[in-house]
């Protein structure tokens, strides 16, 4: 929230992301299946009807589009999981009515553009590679929208998709995500 400068300085960004994600997950625990196509439709339902400001419906969109790709397998790999972040850019893209680089969709784009290109051969080594370009997508941001750079931050919109795939990837690994207050 206190990155939070564009497109209106109204501190809400991380908790409008934090709502959609909570309602997703309050579908997912209504699931009554552990089929990936009956989660993916929860998640993208509780998303839906989750999402606040322009953060929570880009997060919900994002989230749509990767569950697209999801209810159509029956397990995701690598190749698979590159396919649902690109499918995820493109609609959180054909959302916004007027997209703006150096926000959240920069960040969604150029991890899916790294996702898509990659050799990886493991969910694992996915998240490797696109972790390490989300931070670097994230810190471009000022460069590509200047009232970030007068501001001196980062996009939080960027900031917090990326925090969602670094909760995405310590649950593949299976390392226990910490409850408290967010790093400054």
Partial sequence: DSLNVFPVPDGDTGTNMSLTMKSAIKEIKQCKT?????VAENVMRGALKGARGNSGV???QVLRGMCTIFKEV??????IFAKALKNATDVAYSAVTNPKEGTMLTVSRMISE????SKAKTIEELF???LVRGEEALNLTPELLPVLKKAGVVDSGGMGLLTIYKGMYKAIIGEEIEEGEPEE
């Fill in 74 to 79: 029956q397990e995701v790999d690598a190749k």
């Fill in 128 to 130: 490797d590679e696109i």
């Fill in 114 to 117: 790294c996702a898509v290109a």
């Fill in 58 to 60: 880009i997060t919900s």
């Fill in 34 to 38: 552990n089929k990936l196509s009956d």
